[in-house]
């Protein structure tokens, strides 16, 4: 199996729109902006994407962060993203981690979530982090389950409906 994960760009075409529609647009605590877009909206959302992990158009309060598509023998099956750095507004008010992502419907069950989790992992070691917070739904076992299964610890809870999880990035 052929693992590879891409940062967007704005070269991406058809099958990543179509793999990214098969994510709702708030699944599981995780948002996907691109879900229902047209094809000429989805092209600009790549550019906007692109800029913020450039820092560029941020909304106001927001921390860079970079999107990524994962491949399965070339195959768009998912996508997630990792923020750049993380802060205490974040954390504590919006209950918002460092990574999240999503496997479109299709490719569910496949273990895609867990490869897509660990190639998302080696990115948060790229950008210096020792050990990430994840704050995934209580209800999203299948989430909490991968977090566990890489070396996270549950280490609280966010308002009651989100575990408070840390992972180390080594």
Known sequence: MKVELK???CSMNEPEYEMLQGILGVENGFTNPAYNLSYDAYKNWLQEESNHSKGIGL????KPYTT???YIDDLPVGYGRV???SDEYLETVLGAGNLGYGISKEHRGKGYGNILFQELLKKCKEFR???IKCF???TNQATVKIM???GGK?????KEEKYIISIPTS
């Open 136 to 138: 995934p739904l209580k």
């Open 148 to 150: 566990l299964k890489n």
């Open 83 to 85: 923020r750049h750095a």
């Open 7 to 9: 940062q967007i760009d």
């Open 129 to 131: 982090y020792d050990a």
């Open 154 to 158: 549950i280490i609280g809870d966010f």
């Open 59 to 62: 909304p106001n309060g927001w």
């Open 68 to 70: 990524y598509i994962l």
